[in-house]
């Protein structure tokens, strides 16, 4: 099975580094364009299933994808954003200067960050790697699968498939409308491609990786 895993495209509070979470934002107009460029790139690929967070941003990157493969897109229980709680709405400069430690632990140990009402991030790990792992049993193994959702999630998920260490969340760059890709032969994962970006370079569109 290839799966491809697809970073959603740009918003408003993305280009002003705003922490989202489970804030319901929608793609702004240079997103739209990265998702109409993605939706293109993937035009002549045989993709059997594409699952999206149910987010605005991540749904209307999927649909751009869906329109042109002739799918509808489904759901994926557990590929929703980690939720920031107190941080949410707030950029990162406001954050470093209302939290600074807690700021200062997320940049360099985001197990460790204790943020007010968010999540625990290993609970989001095992959450999100458990929706991939549903929808991997749920289609045959020679099929390709879209899934589209966030940066946090994504980061995540490659981490646990790749069994790598919490010190490499900061080591995953996955800029708007990137797509990964990883091959699972029903024992293991291997990963084929880390956030190409070639359809958005084609086409002179911004991406920003935050």
Same mark, same amino acid.
């Given at each position: 099975m290839?799966?491809?895993?697809? !970073?959603? *495209? $740009?918003t408003q509070w993305n280009r002003e580094q705003i922490f989202r979470g489970a804030k319901d934002i929608e793609l702004d107009k240079t997103g739209r364009k990265q998702a109409e460029a993605l939706g293109a790139r993937l035009?002549? #690929?045989?993709?059997?299933? %594409?699952?999206?967070?149910?987010?605005?941003?991540?749904?209307?990157?999927? +649909?751009?994808?869906? !329109?042109l493969q002739g799918l509808p897109v489904m759901v994926g229980p557990g590929l929703v954003d980690m939720c920031f709680g107190d941080w949410? *709405?707030?950029?990162? $400069? +406001?954050? #470093?200067?209302?939290?600074?430690? $807690?700021?200062?632990?997320? !940049?360099?140990?985001?197990?460790?960050?204790?943020?007010? *009402?968010?999540s625990k991030i290993k609970d989001i790990q095992a959450q999100s790697f458990k929706a991939v792992m549903g929808l991997v049993s749920d289609n045959p193994l020679e099929s390709t699968v879209?899934?589209?959702?966030? !940066?946090?999630?994504?980061?995540? %998920?490659?981490?646990?498939m790749l069994n790598m260490e919490p010190e490499g969340f900061w080591s995953i760059k996955l800029s708007s409308c990137g797509l990964t890709t990883v091959e699972w032969d029903g024992?293991?994962?291997?990963?084929?491609c880390l956030n190409d970006t *070639?359809?958005? +370079?084609?086409?002179? %569109?911004?991406? %920003?990786?935050?």
């Open positions: 290839e799966l491809i895993l697809v !970073r959603h *495209g $740009q035009k002549s #690929r045989k993709i059997e299933a %594409i699952y999206s967070s149910s987010l605005k941003r991540a749904m209307s990157t999927a +649909e751009a994808i869906a !329109r949410e *709405g707030m950029s990162h $400069q +406001e954050v #470093r200067q209302k939290y600074p430690k $807690q700021y200062k632990i997320w !940049r360099e140990n985001p197990w460790k960050a204790k943020i007010p *009402g968010a879209v899934v589209v959702t966030h !940066r946090v999630i994504l980061k995540l %998920i490659l981490m646990k024992k293991r994962f291997v990963l084929t *070639g359809h958005l +370079e084609d086409r002179n %569109i911004t991406q %920003i990786d935050f």
